[in-house]
């Protein structure tokens, strides 16, 4: 079966920009807020060391070398599962262009499980708690959408952009709200190991 696929660089860098750069500015704002907070609060923080504590996260990367390492993960990990499809004939198909537009439940759960850890790991690689979450949030959530725009820019019938829009919109939400959890558990862990080494 020889299926045309007629792929267009200026949609495909038109949709990206407007439909990842733009929400993934936005985040950068709010990240930018974070980071601000969890300063604030490594300062006025009583009973910590004058100069021991300079981050609140595991890791070392900032948050700019976390963004940009979640996306090609997060871009990874929509290529590596939506790219091909094995069917419920079980017939299998791709991988290549046009992605395949059904896919069995199990692929759609592993794409989105692989989609979640791959943003704990990258989060994980930060030195900021809740704003290095948010980064790998915003990196996943831009390198899956920008993924998935791939296969849009081809679309006619702006069917594909609309799907573009909400994967931006729910994986930016959905993972935002998993790294503000995460941040979170993280900070008052590290407040209750404080309280308890001064005691």
Not at 13 to 40: D, Y
Not at 70 to 79: I, K, N, Q, R, V
């Amino acid at each position: 079966m020889d299926v045309d696929f007629d792929f267009s660089w200026a949609q495909f860098l038109w949709s990206v920009f407007i439909f990842v750069g733009v929400p993934t500015m936005i985040g950068a704002g709010i990240i930018w807020s974070a980071l601000r907070s969890e300063q604030a609060g490594l300062q006025h923080n009583p009973g910590r060391e004058s100069s021991a504590e300079t981050h609140t996260g595991s890791g070392r990367l900032g948050l700019w070398a976390t963004g940009l390492i979640a996306f090609p993960l997060g871009f990874l990990s929509c290529m590596g599962w939506l790219s091909w499809s094995a069917d419920y004939n079980g017939e299998f198909r791709g991988p290549g262009l046009p992605a395949p537009n059904q896919f069995p439940t199990w692929q759609v759960i592993a794409c989105g499980i692989t989609t979640v850890l791959v943003c704990l790991a990258a989060a994980h690689l930060s030195r900021w708690a809740m704003a290095g979450g948010l980064a790998a949030a915003a990196g996943t959530a831009a390198g899956f959408t920008t993924a998935f725009s791939v296969n849009a820019s081809a679309d006619v019938t702006g069917q594909a952009g609309v799907g573009v829009v909400l994967s931006e919109i729910g994986w930016g939400l959905a993972l935002g709200v998993l790294m503000l959890a995460r941040g979170a558990w993280l900070t008052n862990r590290r407040s209750r190991l404080a309280a308890s080494s001064q005691q």
